[in-house]
């Protein structure tokens, strides 16, 4: 498995805008597509952004469509999401994920948590009102 740790969390203001950072241990980081998912208390884990293994194709969730940007750097093993125009309802633990392959699945408008099978810990968001 690869090992993931997220950084870049923390406290902003609606409208507000944070980087969240991904950081893989495994040269192979290239291989793999990267995905990032959020749960927010009382909720199931939810999918936000994917993005294949050259960065050549993503998509998005219709909730940020617009608002965040994943991308990722293969030379330095990182993936990113940038957020822009920050709600309250995006307040929740962002975890990211690393594929079991290079490219992501989009079923029924949604790309599956069983697609990845390394998670990171998890970096809080909240956005406040």
């Known amino acids: ?4 740790v997220e950084s870049g969390g923390g406290l902003v203001q609606a409208g507000g ?16 597509a990267m995905g990032w998912f959020r749960q927010a208390p009382g909720k199931e884990r939810e999918f936000v952004a994917a993005i294949t293994w050259s960065g050549g194709s993503t998509y998005y969730a219709d909730s940020v469509k617009g608002r965040f940007t ?11 999401l940038q957020m ?11 975890y990211c994920a690393a594929g079991n392959s290079g490219s992501f699945y989009v079923v029924h408008g949604s790309v599956d948590l069983a697609d990845f099978g390394s998670w990171g810990q998890g970096t809080q968001v909240t956005v406040s009102s």
Do not use: G, H
Request: proline letters at 2%.
């Open 84 to 94: 822009n125009s920050l709600k309250p309802e995006d307040t929740a633990v962002y």
């Open 17 to 32: 805008s944070l980087r969240l950072s991904c950081a893989a241990s495994e040269r192979t980081f290239s291989s793999y």
């Open 70 to 80: 994943i991308s990722r750097d293969n030379a330095k093993n990182t993936a990113y």
């Open 1 to 4: 498995q690869v090992q993931l």
